[in-house]
T-cell receptor, first 112, second 113 residues
Framework: AQSVTQLGSHVSVSEGALVLLRCNYS??????LFWYVQYPNQGLQLLLK??????LVKGINGFEAEFKKSETSFHLTKPSAHMSDAAEYFC??????????FGTGTRLLVSP | ETGVTQTPRHLVMGMTNKKSLKCEQH?????MYWYKQSAKKPLELMFV???????ENNSVPSRFSPECPNSSHLFLHLHTLQPEDSALYLC????????????FGQGTRLTVV
């Protein structure tokens, strides 16, 4: 069985500040990990993914995430927040023949 | 067209109406999904189809009836809904079930009055 825990339903940052969204996972098979972003009344858009290989993965809009097996984590970061980053972010896990399992989401609020 | 397309984008229906949501994917994927997203609730997986066959139904009430005529099209037929069924309904597809990312449509915002 797989599961995802996202710590913090809301995260607030100032424009220009570091963004850190936390994701911990549980998986009985080697995990594939994903971050998605959702803007209001839109579908989910893939930000980045980890399958195998390099543990630091870069995505769109300046986001990146690091897979840490020892910590079962896949936190999402961005060095400098922009107003347009305000959205809901979902972490998800899957594995070979395992469907995607989503976390409950974290709403990122960016203030001027 | 590319990606996953959902129609309509918005739907208002009465509790006695029958309506259908449509999803079409142009990605050559084998798996398709319906999700329900309600305010302040986690994303709920409703149905999974793999090669047109339903492989998962997560205890969804029978007033929601999915149909997958081929790997590119997925429908959700709605009948006698309740106000608590008002939500954003998202369709997604993936190359296979498991191991790969899912691609989502824009969703249908459903309001039941």
């Amino acid at each position: 069985a797989q599961s995802v825990t996202q710590l913090g339903s809301h995260v607030s940052v100032s424009e220009g500040a570091l963004v850190l969204l936390r994701c911990n996972y549980s998986s009985s098979v080697p995990p594939y990990l994903f971050w998605y972003v959702q803007y209001p009344n839109q579908g989910l858009q893939l930000l980045l993914k980890y399958t195998t290989g390099a543990t630091l993965v870069k995505g769109i809009n300046g986001f990146e995430a690091e897979f840490k097996k020892s910590e079962t984590s896949f936190h999402l970061t961005k060095p400098s927040a922009h107003m347009s980053d305000a959205a809901e972010y979902f972490c998800a896990v899957s594995g070979s023949f395992q469907k995607l399992v989503f976390g409950t989401g974290t709403r990122l609020l960016v203030s001027p | 067209e590319t990606g996953v397309t959902q129609t309509p984008r918005h739907l208002v229906m009465g509790m006695t109406n029958k309506k259908s949501l449509k999803c079409e994917q142009h990605l050559g994927h084998n798996a398709m999904y319906w999700y329900k997203q309600s305010a302040k609730k986690p994303l709920e997986l409703m149905f999974v189809y793999n090669f047109k066959e339903q492989t998962e139904n997560n205890s969804v009430p029978s007033r929601f009836s999915p149909e997958c005529p081929n790997s590119s099209h997925l429908f959700l037929h709605l009948h006698t809904l309740q106000p608590e069924d008002s939500a954003l309904y998202l369709c997604a597809s993936s190359q296979d079930v498991g191991g790969t990312e899912a691609f989502f449509g824009q969703g249908t915002r459903l309001t039941v009055v």
